[in-house]
């Protein structure tokens, strides 16, 4: 009987056929390596995207955190009428370009304010370069005062992509020359509206209708919202007559300054002879009865006044008509 011993191994690959393989492979790497390139640009790329997003977006919030808490009061230099203006100190573009230059960006190329609060400058807006930007989410916010009482403020971040990522793919056609990163962070409003400050101020006392011809009086003219009274001296013995006295009166308000956008409105108890008109600054003309000999009367006036949120405040001053 006769074995026969096998061979395991290959027979040897003649020299052409090596050739070919060689080149198959040399082949499918100039086919494939570009591909490899590009897929691995691009992992490279989209992650240092993502880093600049999130940076934008923690951006966006920390500007709404800052705007939501800046002071509603006209008198303080830096509030929320003029926070995102370029000429305010410390606005709030240069918060949020501090931001990003901390975290390793370049400044933003916009920042936006929006807010429905009843004060000024409800939409700002700095651009410091070309910009495509707006903002991201709903077309308008949450509805706010008036009368809910509440409102709202939206700070949009625009930061532009080139300068913060490598335009590593830009042989390849895709490049970020011209796009930008935006984000919106809508936060409440944490200060609240201030009614207005209405006061009152006495003008004159009025002696030259023919009924107060024979009423002499002593007046002394107060202070801006202070009591005051009417001494009526019977020279002539008459029974009755009237006496005018003018008003003026204002109203502040701590948001915007001045009323603007609100109204002024008088009223008297018990009601005068007379009270024209019932609205607005003055002079306001109150016309009132001389009582009885040996008689006073108290009249309260109220001006009342009303901001552009609905708030209302009132003032009363008494005014003491006495005839002895």
Avoid at 106 to 126: D, F, I, K, M, Y
Wanted: proline share 7%; net charge negative.
């Amino acid at each position: 009987m006769t074995c026969r011993r096998l061979s395991s191994s290959p027979e040897p690959a003649s020299a052409p056929e090596r050739a070919r393989r060689a080149g198959v492979v040399v082949l499918e790497l100039i086919v494939w390596l570009p591909v490899l390139v590009i897929f691995l640009l691009s992992i490279i790329e989209f992650g240092l995207i993502m880093q600049t997003n999130r940076q934008v977006a923690f951006a966006s919030r920390f500007g709404a955190s800052l705007a939501s808490e800046i002071s509603r009061l006209s008198s303080a230099p830096t509030n929320l009428s003029n926070y995102n203006m370029i000429a305010t100190p410390d606005n709030l573009k240069l918060r949020v370009d501090e931001y990003l230059e901390n975290h390793g960006l370049t400044p933003s190329c916009e920042v936006r304010l929006e807010h429905n609060a009843c004060v000024g400058g409800q939409s700002q807006v700095q651009t410091m370069a070309a910009c495509n930007c707006g903002p991201v989410g709903p077309a308008v916010l949450p509805a706010g005062e008036p009368p809910a009482g509440e409102a709202y403020v939206r700070v949009t971040v625009c930061v532009p992509l080139a300068g913060n990522v490598p335009d590593i793919l830009d042989t390849f056609g895709f490049s970020l020359s011209s796009r930008t990163i935006e984000h919106s962070t809508t936060f409440r409003i944490e200060t609240n509206n201030s009614t207005s400050q209405p006061s009152i101020t006495a003008q004159s006392v009025d002696a030259t209708n023919a009924t107060d011809a024979n009423v002499a009086t002593s007046v002394a003219l107060p202070a801006v919202n202070t009591n005051f009274s009417i001494i009526v001296t019977d020279n002539g013995g008459i029974a009755a007559g009237t006496v005018d006295v003018l008003f003026t009166g204002s109203a502040t308000d701590p948001e915007d300054g001045v009323l603007g956008g609100g109204s002024l409105v008088w009223s008297v108890n018990p009601a005068p002879v007379n009270l024209n008109p019932t609205t607005g600054t003055g002079p306001i003309t109150m016309t009132i009865n001389v009582p009885a000999s040996g008689n006073s009367v108290i009249y309260n006036v109220t001006l009342t006044s009303t901001d552009s949120c609905g708030a209302t405040a009132a003032r009363t001053i008494q005014v003491t008509i006495t005839h002895p």
